[in-house]
Nanobody, 125 residues
Framework: EVQVVESGGGLVQPGGSLRLSCAAS????????IAWFRQVPGKDREGTSC????????HYADSVQGRFTISTDDAKNTVYLQMNSLKPEDTAVYYC??????????????????WGQGTRVTVSS
C-alpha cells in the first residue's frame, strides 16, 4: 500500500524560507514521479514542482522557478521542497502526489494516483 505523508508547513514572513518533506512508502522509489501541488480555497490544485525519480529530472511552474527546489533522499524515501523568497501568494495547502511514471508533469493533479493529507503554508507578516 502506497502511503504519502507531508510535513514541514507553517507560518513564515514574506522573504522567508520553509522546507517541506514528503515521506513516501509502499513502492519502489526509483520508478515513480513525485510532484508538489498546492491549493487555495475555491481553486483547483496548482502544480509547483515535480521530479522523476528514475533520472532526477525536475520541472517547475513559472511562478516558483528560481525560488523552489525539489530534491530527494533515496535512503529515506523522502522528497523535499525547499521554498525560498516566499511570497504571500505562496500561501496554500501543499500536497505531495505520487504516480508510477517515467516522467513527471505539472499539467494536472489527475496524473497522480496517491496523495497525502497536505501541509499548510502561510506567508504573512
Amino acid at each position: 500500500e502506497v502511503q504519502v505523508v507531508e510535513s514541514g508547513g507553517g507560518l513564515v514572513q514574506p522573504g522567508g524560507s520553509l522546507r517541506l518533506s514528503c515521506a513516501a512508502s509502499g513502492f519502489s522509489f526509483d520508478n515513480y514521479a513525485i510532484a508538489w501541488f498546492r491549493q487555495v480555497p475555491g481553486k483547483d490544485r496548482e502544480g509547483t514542482s515535480c521530479i522523476t525519480l528514475s533520472d532526477g529530472n525536475t520541472h517547475y511552474a513559472d511562478s516558483v522557478q528560481g525560488r523552489f527546489t525539489i530534491s530527494t533522499d533515496d535512503a529515506k524515501n523522502t522528497v523535499y521542497l525547499q521554498m525560498n523568497s516566499l511570497k504571500p501568494e505562496d500561501t496554500a495547502v501543499y500536497y505531495c502526489g505520487v504516480n508510477r511514471a517515467l516522467y513527471c508533469t505539472l499539467i494536472s493533479d489527475l496524473e497522480y494516483d496517491y496523495w497525502g493529507q497536505g501541509t499548510r503554508v502561510t506567508v504573512s507578516s
